[in-house]
Nanobody, 120 residues
């Protein structure tokens, strides 16, 4: 069984920084794409950033220049460095990973979600 465990959420003031981590564990052969979505109250879940196994990153326009996604393939872990936080970044952040496992499955697996709250 494969799972993702997120950490690093919390409360910050506008302009501050926060780093989220997401570690995959289990019977993993390889991980292709990894990324982060977020969902604010009353809004749809939206893509924040994603990154290929080779390190090519893609960002939502709203976070470009402020957030940086990265990954450590040896540790099956991804990170989201969030700088210059704004109140509109307040949301529950969910990581995902497209995992190939020894059971033969190729599944998009999700983390449990972590709350990020930014006060003005």
């Amino acid at each position: 069984q494969v799972q993702l465990v997120e950490s690093g959420g919390g409360l910050r003031q506008a302009g501050e920084s926060l780093r989220l981590s997401c570690a995959a564990s289990g019977s993993i052969i390889s991980i292709n794409s990894m990324g982060w979505y977020r969902q604010a109250p009353g809004k749809q879940r939206e893509l924040v950033a994603d990154i290929t196994r080779g390190g090519i990153a893609n960002y939502a326009d709203s976070v470009k220049g402020r957030f940086t996604i990265s990954r450590d393939n040896a540790k099956n872990t991804e990170y989201l460095q969030m700088n210059s936080l704004k109140p509109e970044d307040t949301a529950v952040y969910y990581c995902y990973a497209d995992i190939s496992s020894y059971s033969g499955n190729h599944v998009r697996t999700w983390g449990q979600g972590t709350q990020v709250t930014v006060s003005s």
